[in-house]
């Protein structure tokens, strides 16, 4: 049990903080505690996370699945978009079907603004 901040072995304890034992180094005076408390969240729950998301569950969802919380969800899903490159090359788009805004256009009781063409 050495100090994390100087590696001496000499110590006092130093009270009780949430349930852990709080200890005092003599050399430089740091605090600390003997049980690290982490909050690191391992690679195959991120994959888990992923997976998740791109099945349709929410980030709310997500966060009371894997006990963690959703501002982290988010974050490692954010994370891996970034890591992602996009393709280089984007092809044109040569024809796009416009069956269902002609439908919608149609079934309108005002005809202000149909029937102007929707071309790119």
Known sequence: MDCPKC???KHTKNG???GRQRYK???CRYNYTVIQKTNKITEATQ???LKAYLEG????GIGRIFGISRTS???IVKNYGRSIEMPAEEEPVVAAELDEMHTYVNRKKTTDGSGLRSTD
Do not use: T, Y
């Open 25 to 27: 180094c003599k050399q």
């Open 57 to 60: 569950i929410g980030f709310r």
């Open 16 to 18: 009780i903080i949430k």
């Open 73 to 75: 969800a988010l974050s």
């Open 7 to 9: 590696g001496s072995e």
């Open 47 to 49: 994959k888990l996370v």
